[in-house]
């Protein structure tokens, strides 16, 4: 399959049957050209830079045959369109657009003690890329490719590169990066990938641009 990066947690995943995206936030500005090319939206949690509600209300309405999956807190808003939305948590198995995807999971990383934590999935497509949201869950499953989040309030280099080792992927591609400057960016990768504080190679994907995983 081809991925697709897009700006901060977002990616495309495309496939011979059709394609997917994860988690088209209000960061990630071409987030309506990335819900139309895609027969599904998967969405981990509803914070906004992950989970853009206007935008796919509005995809909703416009494209019926659209497919959105999400915890209940996110697709539970749009109790009008059960046809189109469905509610997932850890253990459900979707198949969609041509893809096989396992859910796993369940709470966002802790921010601070006094936030709440709210409900987080991860979701493994065609048991070869895991994307986590925002938490460091290890799913119980080979992943070959990991999509590691790098920045954010939540995000701590030290539990990245713990999280690196535990999952055990044979790559790492960076994603919920935009918090980083390019220099941030660099090393980060390099200290937690491959010559660095583990044996796994990660990869920087410039936005627009797409590998083969």
């Known amino acids: 399959m081809q991925l697709i990066k897009h700006a901060h947690a977002c990616v495309s995943l495309a496939g011979d049957q059709g394609r997917i995206v994860?988690?088209?936030?209000?960061l990630t500005p071409d987030a309506a050209d990335a819900v139309a090319a895609a027969e599904?939206?998967?969405i981990t949690h509803e914070h906004p830079d992950h989970f853009d509600e206007q935008l796919l209300a509005q995809a909703l309405q416009a494209r019926p045959e659209l497919r959105v999956y999400g915890p209940e807190s996110?697709?539970?808003?749009?109790?009008?369109r059960r046809g189109q939305v469905t509610a997932v948590t850890a253990g459900?198995?979707?198949a969609v657009a041509g893809f096989d995807i396992g859910v796993f999971g369940e709470l966002h990383a802790m921010i601070h003690r006094d936030l709440p934590r709210v409900t987080n999935v991860g979701y493994l497509v065609d048991e070869r890329v895991y994307h986590p949201g925002d938490a460091y869950h290890v799913p119980?499953?080979?992943v070959e490719t990991l999509l590691l989040p790098t920045s954010g309030p939540w995000a701590k280099l030290g539990e990245g590169v713990d999280y690196v080792r535990e999952v055990a992927p044979k790559q790492a591609v960076q994603i919920h990066e935009l918090?980083?400057?390019d220099l941030g960016q660099q090393m980060t990768r390099q200290m937690v990938g491959q010559g660095g504080l583990t044996d796994v190679p990660v990869t920087i994907v410039p936005v627009g641009e797409a590998i083969t995983v």
């Open 92 to 94: 459900d198995r979707i």
């Open 74 to 80: 996110v697709v539970g808003r749009w109790e009008a």
């Open 179 to 181: 918090l980083l400057s």
């Open 40 to 42: 599904a939206v998967l």
């Open 140 to 142: 119980d499953a080979p």
């Open 22 to 26: 994860i988690d088209p936030g209000t």
